[in-house]
């Protein structure tokens, strides 16, 4: 078995799907998600009134209540146009229960 069908196959069993290709859509989606979330955050950024140099508890901010919810709304988007969106949604789910201590029975 090489590396790479050896990650496949942890993925698998890990997320609790079955096929090869499911775990490729997967990853597609992962990588839009975040070259989306970067685009989008940009254009939203230049918006803003934001002074050129600002102190980095700023940024902080700006990722905690900007980038965040951005990424996971448009992770969901993607996981929807990719036919995946039970996946997302469960992985949200499971994200954000760890986020806040929710346990699920």
């Known amino acids: 078995m090489t590396k790479i069908s050896g990650f496949i196959e ?3 069993k890990r997320w609790g799907i079955h096929s090869n290709w499911q775990v490729v859509v997967i990853l597609i989606v992962f990588a839009l998600t975040g070259f989306s979330t970067l685009y989008v955050e940009e254009q939203i950024l230049f918006l803003l009134p934001l002074p050129e140099k600002q102190d980095w508890w700023v940024g902080l901010l700006i990722f ?6 951005l990424y996971n ?3 969901l988007v993607w996981g929807f146009l990719f036919g995946q969106f039970k996946f997302f949604w469960n992985f949200e789910k499971r994200f ?9 029975k």
Request: hydrophobic share 55%; proline share 5%.
């Open 64 to 69: 905690i209540f900007l980038t965040m919810p």
């Open 10 to 12: 942890k993925l698998k």
């Open 73 to 75: 709304l448009i992770l």
């Open 96 to 104: 954000f229960g760890r986020i806040f201590g929710i346990r699920r």
